[in-house]
């Protein structure tokens, strides 16, 4: 076997055991949809951040009242602005 395939099935087997053991290891995130999202437009204890790309959110006619707004490719220049203490939902679509 040819080096670069014997390190390319390395490769796959350590990511065979890898990848299982860092998902499990990242904190859970949760999803929901429109009707969560609506569920929580005024409350209080809830950050909205719309993460869409710039290309995206100036082609949108909708766009969520109060959100903020977050570059998705420079997140570390902002998320440790974001309140500690509140929910944080990002809005992406």
Not at 61 to 85: C, M, N, Q, T, Y
Request: glycine share 4%; aromatic share 8%; proline share 4%.
């Amino acid at each position: 076997m040819r080096s670069s395939k014997k390190a390319f099935v390395l490769l796959v087997c350590v990511s065979l055991f890898l990848v299982p053991y860092l998902y499990s290891c990242a904190p859970q995130i949760q999803r929901t949809g429109v009707e969560g999202l609506s569920s929580v437009l005024n409350d209080q204890d809830v950050v909205i951040v719309d993460v869409r790309s710039d290309r995206d959110w100036n082609a949108s006619d909708k766009k969520i009242k109060g959100a903020l707004r977050g570059d998705p490719f420079h997140v570390e220049s902002w998320a440790d602005s974001l309140p500690k203490d509140k929910t944080i939902i990002l809005y992406c679509a």
